[in-house]
């Protein structure tokens, strides 16, 4: 009951303080940035940051297993997994876009977690034998790191070809939120690098080479670094699954849905980086792979749970493979 | 300018600590170039105004200090003739044939190796695993042509000749499937030898470059006024750069690794397409239902999978069920499956005794016994005081899928000629029973462990045991080897494939230092990181320029 009662407050507070958060961005974005207002929605990250893992923590002691055993923890570790992705290039102390990815996303998972899904799903559920495994935090955890970074990866790639092809994209923008604003957003920065360039071009030569990369070139080589990551963990997690599998199920590989699907994305980003060594194919092309994988992914992470077929359903799952 | 014929191989440790003698973070100087004076350290200048490591300009020849390397460079020889190119072997004049042959073997080599074909092959292999998720595998006939029916085709065209037709109610051990799979192993071979392989001795190659021209032509590029290339070198050494100078030009770079690694993924990719193809032909499978106490030979359940199935001499193992239960949370529900088998040879003996669970087989002789499933098998019951009598269970199939067992203990009725009547008793799991009397009102539940006793229709019945049978799935697969062997490589070469091999080329030209660099894959961070190393070499000024720069900072 404690735990109950300690979870549900952690959860309210991640989400609310989130929710200052994206305020907070989107004010910055339209009105004007205020320096004190961006170091309180850092701070804000922060807290939300302990608040999820103060939840993880509270369900893993309170369940006695890595809280990874249904779709609303695996949510959960997904918007930890979309904060530590945030935090990462904090620390190396490079500036970059990701976080314009990570912060709606991390709202996002966790809107969807909270409100979206029925409250029966929020009880922690034992574990079926065939999850009782020291696999399960390996492959698990492996999995939804990947799927978190992938789909960082691909929204950086789908933002790439907003921005080219602006125009045709209006009528996108006012439906989503989140599109609309990474689209002002990239806008705006796309005006300012431009005119970054004009002066290099012009007059400085020394300019520094920073600003030789342009916008587009930036958020390419941002999501080709952030996807080759995620295509990293994506390998480790499916062979851990395989591993696992040859242990619970009989053989390292059945075919089942879930693996399937998993195999489909981890191909999809392998075409990805295929198409990146090639000159002509980087850039549009290579981001409509990227794009198409985000859906991908979507389909495998979710569509697969929520049709509740194979051997990864777990709610249903009743030890009778076949 | 030292001489051309002086290699400059310095060792990143030592000369290090001999060149740099005070390693301060760069000073928060108006310009970002740390600035070394050739005499006099300025006083109370920008940042510090400590004394500064003193380095000659290059302003006379004879000054310069040289660095000799500790050992030779392996491949200085090779690296000396940049333009000298692999010479090719001449093709011998064996005939016709073989000529025609190798032609068509680079033909067919250039064609694999091609990667919008790779791509098209990756992109069809993903619609087909999509394509086989999405139709129900496995089915008879009948139910695909109950589903795609001809007359209402799917979509309007999808019949169910579209699926039967090329076996895509099996995906995937269709033949279609496979020779996809099959060329795209062929494409990565192909691949792995003709790009990838040749792609090493360039990357092996330290090639200097002559011309500033060439040098900024680079992804990253920049010139240093007022610097020394010997500085650069160092500072590159401090952040991790392999360094070698030849003259007036230097070469460096990193994470050499990251530029050989995706020849290992694509080795281990085909590592494990063949140890999977071991697995689908070489590989035994069987499963079977035991009850608690009965034995069964392993040969006598195993199929072979493919031609290449041999059956080892451990077939002929017997396997003993001595045990089967299994352990429950509070709320009822199963927590863990166990069976404890002992592993009998020929002869009687006892090999292997041990209780295997889910995720946890037996594993002997290259078999391994899994516990996959389970049954309830038979309910000992005594009526009466007599028995016990074994009552074979029989599943029973109610809508959900939830296990339910069913059996009926008769009563002797002496007028009953129409039907017969007795105890049904029912059950989920080896736990609980429930009960009915004759008239199917339901009386009680009782454990097998409980030993009490329950009385329906005047007949006291004990429950004295319930009979599980045990789900084992049995299988020899010569494969697993091979394929671990490849997840292992492949997990590692993944990884070092994200390290970026960056590769830098600086020229001093006079005074300035000219500079390019490129990197294959962290392409921001890189020109970061040069921005910060850049930022670190130390200016060189002369005196007259300083007394200038001395001036132009009282104002």
């Known amino acids: 009951m404690l735990f109950a009662t300690l979870e549900h407050i952690l959860t309210h507070i991640s989400f609310s303080t989130i929710s200052i958060v994206i305020t907070i961005h989107l004010r910055a974005l339209l009105v004007r940035e205020l320096g004190g207002l961006r170091d309180s929605s850092e701070k804000g990250m922060i807290a939300t940051f302990f608040s999820i893992t103060g939840f993880l923590v509270s369900r893993w002691l309170s369940s006695g297993h890595f809280p990874l055993s249904n779709l609303y923890e695996s949510l959960i570790f997904l918007s930890w997994a979309l904060y530590i992705l945030h935090t990462i290039p904090k620390v190396q102390n490079s500036k970059n876009d990701l976080s314009t990815i990570t912060t709606p996303s991390t709202i996002l998972t966790q809107g969807f977690a909270t409100s979206g899904l029925l409250t029966e799903m929020h009880q922690s559920t034992i574990l079926v034998p065939a999850l009782q495994s020291q696999w399960l935090m390996m492959h698990v955890s492996m999995m939804l790191l990947s799927y978190a970074t992938l789909l960082c990866g691909s929204l950086l790639s789908a933002a790439i070809l907003i921005i080219r092809f602006r125009n045709n994209f209006n009528f996108f923008s006012k439906k989503n939120k989140n599109v609309l604003k990474k689209t002002f957003l990239f806008s705006k920065m796309e005006y300012f690098y431009a005119k970054r360039s004009y002066f290099k071009s012009a007059s400085v030569p020394s300019f520094p080479n920073y600003y030789k990369y342009q916008l587009t070139e930036r958020l390419d080589s941002w999501s080709y670094r952030v996807i080759s990551l995620g295509f990293t963990l994506l390998t480790i997690g499916i062979l851990c699954g395989a591993v696992w599998a040859n242990e619970a199920w009989g053989s390292y590989w059945n075919w089942d849905p879930k693996e399937t699907w998993a195999f489909i994305t981890w191909t999809i980003f392998a075409i990805y980086l295929h198409s990146r060594t090639n000159q002509n194919w980087k850039g549009t092309n290579s981001a409509l792979v990227a794009s198409i994988g985000f859906l991908i992914i979507w389909i495998c992470y979710f569509g697969i749970n929520l049709l509740g077929i194979g051997l990864h359903s777990y709610g249903s799952f009743t030890l009778t493979p076949n | ?555």
């Open chain 2, 1 to 555: 300018m030292p001489s051309p014929t002086c290699y400059l191989l310095l060792n990143p440790s030592r000369a290090h600590r001999r060149l740099l003698p005070s390693p301060r973070p760069p000073a928060a100087a108006r310009c970002g170039r740390l600035r070394v004076s050739c005499d006099v350290p300025r006083q109370g200048g920008d940042g510090g105004g400590a004394k500064r490591g003193v380095i000659p300009s290059g302003d006379g020849k004879g000054k310069k200090r040289v660095v000799f390397f500790d050992a030779a460079p392996p491949l200085a020889q090779q690296s000396g003739g940049e333009e000298g190119k692999v010479k090719k072997a001449e093709p011998k004049q064996d005939g016709a044939a073989l000529r025609l042959l190798r032609r068509a073997t680079k033909r067919t080599l250039s064609v694999l190796s091609n990667l919008p074909l790779a791509i098209t092959e990756m992109f069809a292999i993903a619609g087909l695993m999509a394509l086989g998720t999405v139709i129900d595998q496995g089915e008879a006939p009948s139910y695909y042509l109950e589903k795609f029916p001809e007359d209402n085709p799917v979509l309007g065209f999808i019949t169910w000749r579209w699926i039967l037709t090329p076996g895509f109610d099996h995906m995937f051990s269709s033949p279609v499937f496979l020779g996809l799979l099959a060329l795209l192993a062929a494409s990565l071979m192909a691949c792995t030898y003709t790009t990838q392989l040749p792609m090493v001795k360039v990357a092996k190659r330290w090639s200097f470059m002559s011309s500033g021209g060439s040098i900024r032509k680079q992804d990253f590029s920049d010139s240093l006024p007022r610097a020394s290339i010997q500085d650069l070198g160092v500072i590159l050494m401090g952040a991790g750069y392999e360094v070698f100078t030849k003259g007036p030009s230097l070469y460096a770079f990193k994470g050499l690794a990251g530029r050989y690694a995706p020849i290992g993924v694509h080795l281990a990719m085909i590592l494990v397409m063949a140890g999977a193809t071991l697995t689908a032909t070489g590989s035994f499978k069987g499963s079977v239902d035991v009850p608690q106490g009965l034995n069964f030979v392993i040969g006598d359940i195993m199929k072979p999978k493919g031609f290449l199935s041999v059956a080892p001499d451990v077939f002929n193992t017997e396997v003993h069920v001595n045990r089967f239960y299994m352990e429950y949370y509070d709320s009822g529900e199963v927590s863990q499956f166990y069976s404890d088998l002992s592993l009998f040879d020929l002869d009687g003996k006892e090999v292997m005794r041990r209780t295997i669970k889910v995720n946890d087989p037996l594993r002997y002789g290259g078999i391994t016994i899994y516990q996959t499933d389970w049954g309830f098998s038979a309910l000992q019951v005594k009526k009466n005081g007599e028995g016990p009598f074994n009552l074979a269970m029989a599943p029973l199939k109610l809508n959900g899928d939830k296990k339910l067992y069913g059996t009926f203990l008769p009563l002797e009725d002496s007028d009953s000629s129409s039907s017969v009547k007795g105890i049904s008793m029912l059950a989920r799991d080896l736990q609980s029973i429930v009960l009915y009397d004759q008239d199917g009102k339901f009386v009680g539940v009782r454990r097998p462990s409980s030993k009490l006793p329950i009385e329906i229709n005047g007949n006291e019945i004990l429950i004295e045991d319930a009979i599980g049978s045990t789900g084992l799935d049995l299988k020899t697969d010569p494969g697993i080897p091979v394929v671990y062997a490849g997840f292992g490589a492949l997990m590692l070469t993944t990884c070092i494939s994200y390290l970026s091999h960056a590769q830098l080329w600086a020229l001093q030209d006079g005074t300035t230092v000219v500079i390019g660099g490129k990197s294959n894959r962290a392409k921001i961070e890189f020109s970061d990181e040069m921005n910060r190393l850049l930022n670190k070499v130390p200016e060189l000024i002369s005196v007259n320029e300083k007394t200038v720069d001395n001036k132009s900072s009282a104002t």
